[in-house]
């Protein structure tokens, strides 16, 4: 893939009619409306599908890929997401759902709830080992945040734990597995996320939490979703005569929504955030220090977590209650200790660990205004000056989000003051009431010139 | 560059916003994340010691090339004992902002830990002026 490859959001120029919603919503700053249409500054996006969901033209969308893809290998494997199963009621059999999947052509279906379990036992020992030292700890299972993090707090990179995603991790151990048991070449294995995370999909292109990520593409919940949901309700209680594959606890399952991963992983002083303004918050709060108590924090780009993804097909509210009422029904049939009941479902041999796969994550700091330090600091005192002359309403009818990005854009050489609107008004009544002035100004001696040259035309009209 | 913020005391709603705003222009000149991490936190501590403490300040942040110089000031009770309130654990802070998790007598030792330079000036009924110079390196 493309070195430049940094995000997967783009924009429909010709739906775009250039409101300005996006421009507002967008947490990074990253998009501004030039010549009525709206465009993404790359190295600032980070996925995180606000603007999607904001923009009342759909001209926002996000790429994944095709079930066409699934040609170009001879043996696929979908890696199945707890908020997948979310989208169905919680008494519907994940066979069912399994067996909806190979009907859409995948060979071979993994229960990603397997590997959340692995992970969550990962997370729980790094916090035991890392007891001391800067808290709180941050997750690292949303690949948005890791993004925002880098781009808007590298200061906190450090408390990002070095824990893989429980998708990558899944996507490690079932190439070598299938690889292994097939007697395949790995090139010939195609693993695939079925998720509603744009961001996943951007992931695999341009990792930023793996070395290599070992996913070969990203197929969008709500892409398949019709035809899914066809499939699984005719399947009904025949799946029940499917072979039986590795699957994870309950605990697994409700990593699928907020507050799943810290419950999974047995955190008590830990706090859940979901949603965009609220992750936001917290992480500054947290580089301010203002939080050194708490143990970990979970955090979600998507309000309510997973389950509220911009591919997701399912209200997310009523998927939360799918995925709670799924949980319920198999905490019955578990032991009541949590540790007992992840145990029990731990059937994957050689399930990779962190430490070998995970990547340092790289600051991406995209707000300085200069590479040489002392011009940074000229060009931010002019933009705390070009800031007092705007008048501060952050209407957006520039096409950058708020003034103080107006002013930015400006220091940078990417607007002009006049793209402000109120600028723009005033400078016209200058005008106005200078051409007012200079009227006022013409010599008298060509007043007697005017006044012939006007009677002559009217002469002249009489006449026709 | 040299930019001002007034804290306004006891308003629990904008606290942070002097530190906050700081750091949003120290990432716009790109010193390393660690430094902008230290000048917060460092900024943030002052700014709630005025906010608590002294009825409200003021908050300058001298932005240079080779380091940032934040001087925080109040006209509020001044400090009695300085070496006292530079002790870990020690605090005046009332019982109604030791709920709200503040007040755990780690602020001025913080500030100087965070800073490479610390320095603090209080006179009893005139206020006090802490001055805290952090390098880039």
Not at chain 1, 175 to 180: A, L, N, P
Not at chain 1, 228 to 256: F, N, P
Not at chain 1, 291 to 299: G, K, N
Not at chain 2, 11 to 20: I, V
Request: charged content about 25%; overall charge negative; some cysteine.
């Amino acid at each position: 893939m493309a070195e430049n490859y940094l995000h997967s959001v783009h924009v429909i120029k010709e739906a775009c009619n250039g409101c300005v919603g996006c421009v507002k919503v967008c947490p990074t700053e990253a998009i501004r409306v030039r010549q009525g249409k709206a465009e993404i500054v790359a190295t600032r996006c980070i996925d995180c599908g606000e603007c999607i969901r904001r923009c009342p033209e759909h001209a926002l969308v996000a790429k994944a890929d095709a079930l066409s893809g699934l040609q170009g290998y001879k043996y696929n494997v979908a890696l199945a997401t707890p908020s997948l199963y979310a989208q169905f009621n919680g008494n519907v059999p994940r066979e069912a759902v399994w067996q909806g999947l190979k009907e859409l052509g995948f060979d071979e279906i993994f229960d990603l709830s397997a590997a959340s379990d692995y992970i969550s036992a990962e997370i729980a020992q790094y916090l035991r080992q890392h007891a001391q030292g800067r808290k709180p700890l941050i997750s690292s299972a949303c690949p948005a945040v890791l993004r925002l993090i880098q781009v808007k707090f590298p200061e906190l990179i450090k408390q990002v734990i070095p824990v893989l995603a429980p998708g990558e991790a899944a996507a490690v151990y079932k190439r070598s597995e299938v690889c292994q048991r097939m007697n395949l070449p790995r090139e010939e294995v195609g693993i695939w996320f079925v998720t509603p995370c744009p961001a996943k999909g951007t992931n695999i292109h341009q990792s930023v939490d793996v070395k290599h990520s070992e996913v070969n593409g990203s197929i969008s919940i709500s892409s398949i979703f019709a035809q899914l949901s066809v499939a699984v309700a005719k399947i009904g209680d025949e799946c029940k005569k499917q072979d039986k594959i590795t699957t994870g606890s309950s605990y697994g399952i409700g990593w699928g929504a907020g507050g799943g991963e810290i419950k999974a992983a047995g955190i008590t002083n830990a706090l859940s955030v979901n949603g965009v303004r609220e992750v936001y918050e917290l992480l500054e709060q947290v580089s301010m220090n203002k939080m050194p108590d708490v143990d970990y924090v979970e955090c979600y780009m998507c309000a309510g977590g997973c389950i509220g993804g911009p591919f997701a097909a399912e209200n997310r509210f009523v998927a939360q209650k799918n995925l709670d009422k799924r949980i319920r029904r198999m905490q019955r049939l578990e032991p009541t200790d949590r540790e007992a009941a992840m145990a029990l479902n731990m059937n994957c041999p050689g399930f990779p660990t962190s430490e070998e796969y995970v990547k340092v994550l790289e600051p991406r700091p995209m707000m300085q205004l200069d590479d040489d330090i002392t011009v940074a600091i000229k060009k931010l005192g002019e933009m705390e000056k070009v800031l007092t002359h705007l008048p501060g309403l952050d209407c957006g009818a520039c096409g950058a989000p708020n003034c103080q990005s107006l002013a930015e854009d400006i220091v940078r050489g990417a607007a002009h003051e006049t793209d402000c609107i109120f600028i723009l008004k005033a400078n016209v009544r200058k005008f106005a009431q200078g051409m007012i002035e200079l009227a006022t100004q013409i010599p008298l001696v060509n007043e007697h010139d005017d006044k012939n040259l006007a009677e002559k035309g009217s002469d002249k009209d009489e006449t026709k | 560059m040299k930019v001002e913020y007034q804290v306004p005391g006891g308003d629990f709603d904008r606290a942070g916003e002097a530190s906050a705003n700081i750091k949003k222009l120290l990432q716009r000149i790109g010193i390393p994340a660690d430094v902008i991490r230290r000048i917060a936190i460092g900024t943030y501590e002052g700014e709630m010691n005025c906010l608590i403490h002294a009825g409200g300040g003021r908050v300058v942040a001298e932005i240079e090339p080779e380091g940032t110089v934040i001087i925080i000031s109040d006209q509020g009770p001044g400090i009695p004992d300085i070496q006292k309130a530079m002790q870990e654990g020690w605090s005046t802070a009332p019982d109604y902002v030791r709920a709200m998790g503040f007040g755990a007598g780690m602020g001025l030792p913080n500030m100087m830990k965070c800073s490479d330079d610390f320095n603090i000036q209080s006179k009893v009924g005139e206020g006090s002026t802490i001055t805290m110079k952090f390098l880039y390196k």
